[in-house]
Every structure is written in C-alpha cells, then in structure tokens.
C-alpha cells in the first residue's frame, strides 16, 4: 500500500474510532482537499493532524498542525504504528486548556 494510500485509510479508521466516541467525525479533506484542512474533522475545537507511520516526525507534525489549526483551534497529532494504538500529542498548555488546567492558570 502507498503512503497515501495508507493515509486515507488512517484516516477513515480513526474517524471511525471518534465515531465510537459519539461524535460525528469524517475526513475533512475527502469533500474540498485544499490545504491546510484537518485531517479528520468532528473534534470541536481541536485541529487533528492524522499520521499512521511506523517512523512519524513528531516534531514536524506538530508544526503542521500549529500552522495549519485555525484562530482557537487546538493543534493535534493523532498517531499510531501497525499493530499500535492511537496516541494523541499537543502542547502541555494546549492539553491544560481541555482537562480545565487543575484550578491553576498555569502562570508562576
């Protein structure tokens, strides 16, 4: 299987997994494909870069997903290895903003 390939059914997999989660999830890019779109849509608030790799740059994800998540959108990485589970990568301050921060602002 191609990249792309391997891509697209990543992404139709983990919308599926969002699905099972209650919301209504898609890939974004199947309607209108410009860039800059989520991978996967139907996470208020949360900009999904999708990568189903065996070796995955994380750091250049993140960045993508920085660039490309809109004004008060979370930026996320969404990944996970043959045989692996999903993982989920954001920023410590970005995961704070969703789990409600523990009553601090984070701010010392």
Sequence with gaps: MNSNQKGKKGE?????????YGFDARRGQQYCGSNGDA??????????????VEHLNL??????????????EIPAVFHRKNRGEWLVTLSLADFMKLYGGGGRDGRE
């Design 39 to 52: 991978d996967v849509v139907g996470l208020p608030g949360v900009h999904i870069e999708c990568k189903r």
């Design 12 to 20: 139709r997999e983990l919308a599926g997994k969002l699905r099972e």
């Design 59 to 72: 750091a250049e994800a993140m960045s993508q997903s920085t660039q490309d998540a809109q004004p008060g």
